[in-house]
């Protein structure tokens, strides 16, 4: 049962990490062909934000840096399918997802105090993200705690 709920936390971090892609694809590409982005009501200013100059950082969209951070976390999730015991990854994985969840905030800062509009897909890549800090926690606490996990299995905890 409790092997079970230990492999459980990648595969939740995959899930998460594919939404915020898929999102973040999306974001890049109406953004990249010039259209404007659906936004659904009442929360009504995702186009506002995307085309802010706060939308860039230095001339390269906020999406895109989204595909990367989400591409990293599909990544390390299907690492930690197969090495849950790592404990390198384990921690690069908190540690990016951490990192993460500051920039979510400071975007959320950002679409408050200084462009003054909401977007749907910024709140909703804000929740993955820390969905993602809470699942990787999770799943670094867990296996840290299981030994008998790491020893029936056979895997080295370096």
């Known amino acids: 049962m409790k092997t079970r709920t230990t492999t459980s936390y990648p595969y939740l971090m995959i899930a998460y990490a594919f939404i915020g892609l898929s999102i973040a694809i999306y974001d890049c590409y109406m953004i990249y062909t010039g259209q404007l982005l659906w936004c659904p009501p009442p929360i009504d200013g995702c186009n506002e934000v995307a085309y802010s100059p706060y939308g860039r950082i ?26 849950p015991a790592s404990r390198g990854i384990r921690r690069a994985a908190v540690i990016y997802t951490a990192l993460g969840v500051c920039g979510s905030i400071a975007f959320a800062y950002l679409d408050v105090t200084l462009i003054r509009a909401f ?13 993602l800090l809470l699942s990787a926690i999770a799943h670094l606490r867990v296996i840290g705690r299981d030994h008998s996990f790491i020893t029936a299995r056979g895997i080295s905890a370096a």
């Open 119 to 131: 977007c749907v897909y910024c709140l909703i890549s804000a929740i993955l993200t820390v969905l």
């Open 58 to 83: 230095h001339g390269i969209p906020i999406g895109y840096f989204g595909i990367f951070f989400y591409s990293i976390m599909l990544a390390l999730g299907a690492i930690l399918v197969f090495l």
